[in-house]
């Protein structure tokens, strides 16, 4: 294979974990035979000169964002669009050589808000994308030619993929591996860096608990309580009302009110992340996993699984396990290359 070249702008602002996240995993590969050789990674910024990070920290480029040679950005080349705060207009430096180059790259990448720099280029338009989620009504009001989906940690769209914030950036550097090298190293390299879990794209950004409010009334904070520390119990609707001393209706109306999700909706996350606990964690069997997250028969659990994550519990426990996951030397894999001090 080809060695394969990983370009990253810098900018004033930049989120670092952004960047150091992803390149992490990419210069990881190196470690390894398998790689052959792994990623080559150049960072630009426009002037060339040092960049301030958000948090303070001060990075050093490797060369001029005016100087990349158009040979440089073609189809062996993964560029990578980290993020950071905009205090206004984007530099239209950044945008500039975005509109006229990032098409050419063979895969666009952005972390975090970086997917706010790819849109404003127009390198988005008619594609899915996600970017982090408090950016992401922003992105939709924005640039309305992009199909924006909240949820996933990240979206793969053709050559065009996005992330969610920070640590997300990771995860979808791991699966870039993946594709590059197979599943073997994107797993080696996880644990080299004690990532103990590659996440699959579709996972949510938040746990259910995050991702819906916390009722201001104490009863249904107290329902929702018992919903994450019973998945197993009889979770209806009639059952939670009961609990809220609430009629159904009225129960069921409140609820959603006050969470921005239905009951049912509600309960159904927090199984699915109960299940998803049980198949990396654990090694119980799928009809004990349906059983304790609620689900009764193993099939309840595969049409809930496919229908959040898209993939059976079967093939979820395969590629994240506890046989998969677990970080340290592995018989199966080969030693890593010592790097040259």
Known sequence: MPLRNVLVLLYDGVQSLDVTGPV??????????SADGGYRIRTVAP??????????????PDGALEDVPDAEVGEETTLLVPGGQYSGDFDPRLTGWLRVHGGRAGRLVSVCTGGLLLAEAGLLDGHRATTHWYSCERMARDYPEVTVEPDPIFVRDGKVSTSAGVTAGIDLALALVEEDFGGDLALSIARHLVVFLRRPGNQAQFSAQLSA?????????????????????????????????????????????????????????????????????????????????????????RRAFVRALGQPPAEYRRRFGPERSRPGPHPAEPSPRTPHL
């Open 47 to 60: 002037g060339g000169g040092p960049v301030r990070t958000n948090s303070g920290l001060c990075l050093v």
């Open 24 to 33: 992490e995993v990419f210069a990881a590969a190196a470690r390894f035979p």
């Open 213 to 301: 409010q916390t009722a201001r009334r104490e009863p249904l904070r107290e329902v929702q309580h018992w919903i994450a520390e019973h998945p197993g119990e009889d979770l209806s609707v009639e059952a939670l009302a009961a609990r809220a001393r609430l009629s159904p209706r009225h129960f069921a109306r409140a609820f959603q009110a006050e969470t921005g999700v239905t009951p049912g909706r509600y309960v159904e996350r927090v199984r699915v992340e109960h299940a998803r606990r049980l198949l990396e964690e654990t090694r119980e069997g799928v009809a004990q996993v349906a059983r304790s997250s609620g689900y009764g028969t193993p099939e309840a659990l």
